[in-house]
């Protein structure tokens, strides 16, 4: 029998009772909320359960959601389930001003590169990373540049010389 | 700036020789750098540096409306960006709720699959110009100009194509570009045909390929590896057929396996994928051609507040002027919603994923970057081999700088 989302969010319920939050199915993936503490241990057993089988990491990316007081850093993970060619998607978030986030990369080796884009790119911090680098931007550079207080600058400027560019 | 490894007592050198293969060395085809400890010439230890050509795309799209997100596609693997365009327009297909005509799906088909092909004969190609032998190259590289030839009829670019808008093409397909394709179906598999007499089965190719930078299949899965690369290893993983995508499922096709991994094995699947995508080709312009009268002018869905107006219409019609002002001026929004949409790209799963609250432009937007993602196995791969294997290996996973940096 083919796994479906029912099954999924059934089983994950019934192991982490009503800590998973925020059950959603956008455009047919499955997407719930997990505490931020609880990361490993969702990953750990969506990968051990030999029916689940999610052992394959897609993707993992943060979004800045300014707005949200305590909870301004979300990770995603896209996971896929080569077998049974299903998707789910789930996030945790942390705090801007402490952003811990366990580190997946014990789990998953694709986590690595990707673990350090996210920190680069939005400073979670992961713990347990064995190499937690800048890896696309500069590494003198001193702040997060996608977190949403630094807009893309604002191409009508006027003050800026540019003309080595021809602009 | 990198730490020397101590050779043990006996040894011609007392330590390892440090080697800066990058960012600007021909052998990388791109620009990152890999810093490689060598004891004589066997790699000991080998640390990648990328980000030399970042150009925040994520960043960037979070100002732009979403027909002006399909430029900076163009430059992630700028080998086959018409894939990449085409993977934008699903995502927001998708996102939008707009259904493609048949027609649409087919030509999208012979548009990336012709990506594919001048994407893995580049490749291909190349391994053999990494292992000594030219002429191969020099074969196929006259067919991508063919494909680039097919482009330009279609979307006026060439390299940088930005081929196709939400919801279908810009214009219907020329008969000249039709006259194109013809002309490669009929051509390129004889110079294929030759392409593989010159390497599959030549002892000094096979020599300097098989079992180097060989990689398990369970390995390359916790890797993250996808595409060709994991098929090599053992893995029929094809986005093209677990999640098809512009009616894919209409089309027959096998997808190539290998088993150990290593450059040989990437190489032939390489291969393999071409013939087969040679014949989707095929199939797909058979299904255009039965479109007869009106049905062989479609070439764009029905979404107004998307796909831009033609121009005479712009002129006579209150509608169709408001839209053309709302699109071109970027007013329109973009429903709610977040959306995972991938594509099998020439190097694996290319995947967008789009988080949109509401406004003008994307509230996030990251690419699923398949040779970012696959490139930190680069230094499990060449530990222990010979430096001369390291440059094969590198050029056989199909490492595009534009894709890694994005």
């Known amino acids: 029998m083919a796994l479906t989302n029912e099954t999924i969010q059934r089983k994950l319920t019934e192991k982490f009772s009503d800590q998973l939050i925020d059950w959603k199915e956008p455009y047919g993936m499955l997407t719930f909320t997990a505490p931020k503490d609880l990361n490993l241990k969702v990953l750990q057993y969506l990968f051990d359960d030999e029916e689940l089988k999610f052992r394959f990491l897609t993707d993992l990316q943060a979004v800045h959601y300014p707005d949200r ?41 694709a986590a690595n590169v990707m673990e350090r884009e996210t920190y680069d790119f939005f400073g979670v911090n992961f713990v347990g990373h064995p190499n937690l680098k800048r890896i696309l931007n500069v590494d003198e550079m001193d702040y997060f540049p996608m977190r949403k207080q630094y807009p893309v600058e604002d191409q009508l400027r006027i003050d800026k010389d540019d003309e080595m560019f021809g602009r | 700036m990198n730490d020397h490894i101590l050779l043990p007592e006996g040894s011609i050198e007392k330590q390892t020789t440090t080697l800066n293969l990058g960012p600007t060395h021909p052998a990388t085809h791109g620009v990152f750098q890999n810093i490689l400890e060598l004891d ?17 795309f994520e960043k960037i799209a979070e100002r732009r409306p979403l027909y002006q997100i399909t430029p900076l596609t163009d430059r992630l693997n700028y080998c086959s960006s018409p894939i990449n365009n085409m993977g934008w327009h699903l995502t927001c297909e998708k996102l939008l709720g707009v259904k493609t005509p048949k027609r649409v799906d087919y030509l999208r088909v012979i548009i990336m699959e012709l990506a594919r092909i001048a994407d893995h004969l580049i490749c291909n190609s190349i391994v053999g110009v990494d292992s000594g032998a ?38 219907n397909f020329s008969a000249a ?67 098809p995508y512009s009616s894919y499922e209409d089309f027959d096709f096998v997808v190539p396996v290998g088993t150990t991994g290593d450059c040989y094995d990437r190489f032939l699947v390489r291969n393999e994928e071409m013939w087969q995508s040679l014949s989707i080709i095929e199939q797909a312009y058979q299904k255009v051609q039965e479109f007869k009268g009106a049905e062989a002018e479609v070439f764009h869905a029905d979404a107004p507040a998307y796909y831009l107006p033609e121009k005479k219409d712009v002129y006579t019609k209150m509608e169709a002027l408001i839209y053309h002002f709302k699109i071109v001026m970027g007013e329109t929004e973009i429903p ?3 959306v995972y949409s991938c594509v099998e790209g020439a190097n694996g799963e290319l995947g967008f994923y789009l988080i949109s609250d509401g406004g003008r432009t994307p509230y996030r ?8 993602i696959y490139y930190q196995a680069f230094e499990e791969l060449v530990k222990g081999g010979m430096l001369s294997d390291a440059v094969i290996t590198m050029s056989s996973l199909n490492l595009i700088a534009g894709e890694m940096d994005a």
């Open chain 2, 336 to 338: 709610e919603g977040e």
């Open chain 2, 40 to 56: 004589g010439e066997r790699i000991m230890k080998s640390t990648s540096t990328v980000g030399y050509i970042h150009r925040a």
């Open chain 2, 365 to 372: 937007l990251h690419f699923r970057r398949p040779c970012f």
């Open chain 1, 69 to 109: 007081k305590g909870e301004e850093l979300a990770v995603v993970y896209h996971l896929h389930n080569l077998v049974d060619n299903i998707r789910i998607r789930f996030k945790i978030y942390a705090d801007i001003e402490k952003p811990d986030v366990f580190s997946a990369t014990a789990l998953y080796q």
């Open chain 2, 134 to 171: 030219y002429s191969g190259f020099l074969y196929l590289m006259q067919y991508r100009e063919l494909i680039y030839e097919i482009y330009e009829e279609v979307c006026g670019s060439r390299l940088t194509t930005t081929i196709g808008r939400i919801g279908g093409f810009e214009r």
């Open chain 2, 177 to 243: 570009a039709f006259e194109k394709l013809e002309k490669f179906l009929r051509e390129y598999p004889k110079t294929l045909k030759e392409f593989e007499k010159l390497f599959t089965r030549n002892r000094i190719f096979m020599e300097r390929t098989i079992g180097c930078g060989p990689i398990s299949a369970e390995r390359a899965l916790n890797y993250g590896f996808t595409g060709p690369n994991l098929r090599a290893a053992g893995v029929d993983y094809d986005v093209r057929v677990h999640t």
